[in-house]
């Protein structure tokens, strides 16, 4: 496939670094084996060599990599959870979801490829450094016309759209956003929201109950990747451990 101009590319170096990087025709980029000038013509599947004779593999980026690659000034939602997100709810292609708690706008990326051009992301940040710099990522990512960000705190404000299929939380009392949530989904729709103690758990899902959500469930995700060599295939030293509690529910009539 053809790649557009603007839009980014995965390169993949021979040691198996990774960097995303938007393509411009005749465009540089340096790194540690040298640099390389985009071609005029640029397909996924490329390899380009660098000034230093080393080859580069121009890939597409997974959402995974879009989400992780993000230039961050907060923590974001991983992409195991993300993922969890996605198939433990009931959004799809067309579905309007609300994001309170915008961040670095990984999560948002997902959920905007989710729903496709069909559907719409509300995005709702307090801080306004934050919402310009997930505006900044989810623009790189050309997800923009699926995103509606806004300065706002539902938990005092309110969410100026309603009739939504699915609410994600990721602020630190989500709680407090249980009845403007409650008002903003449909009947059946899904709470999903991601804290990093039990005590914000306990909080969470005490309030869930009080306004009347079911089947209410929390989970944990951790992720090691294995080492796959012929003769010494092993866990890797290292690997994604705890980074919050995802809390799951539905909203009845």
Request: glycine content about 10%; proline content about 5%.
């Amino acid at each position: 496939m053809r790649v557009s101009e603007g839009q980014l590319v995965l390169l993949v170096s021979e040691d198996d670094k990774t960097y995303l990087v938007q393509y411009r025709p005749g465009g540089k980029f340096v790194f540690h084996h040298g640099g390389i000038t985009f071609p005029d013509e640029l397909y996924f599947g490329d390899v380009l060599e660098t000034t230093q004779g080393r080859k580069v593999m121009v890939l597409e980026p997974s959402t995974a990599e879009l989400m992780i690659k993000v230039r961050r000034r907060t923590n974001i939602i991983y992409p195991r959870e993300a993922g969890y997100i996605i198939t433990h709810t009931n959004i799809q292609s067309g579905s309007r979801v609300v994001e309170t708690g915008s961040g670095s706008g990984a999560l948002t990326i997902a959920l905007a490829r989710v729903v496709g051009p069909q559907g719409r992301v509300y995005s709702f940040e307090r801080r306004h450094e934050h919402l310009e710099r997930a505006i900044e990522n989810v623009r790189r990512a050309g997800l923009l016309d699926r995103v509606e960000f806004q300065l706002r705190d539902p938990a005092r404000e309110g969410y100026p759209v309603g009739n939504v299929d699915l609410a994600v939380i990721d602020v630190p009392e989500p709680w407090t956003l249980v009845p403007a949530v409650r008002d903003a989904l449909r009947g059946g729709g899904f709470w999903a929201s991601l804290v990093p103690t039990v005590e914000q758990v306990v909080e969470t899902v005490d309030a869930l109950r009080e306004h009347g959500f079911v089947t209410i469930r929390t989970v944990e995700l951790l992720e090691r990747e294995i080492l796959v060599r012929r003769g010494k295939t092993r866990p890797r030293e290292t690997m994604i451990g705890h980074i919050g509690y995802l809390t799951f529910a539905r909203k009845l009539r």
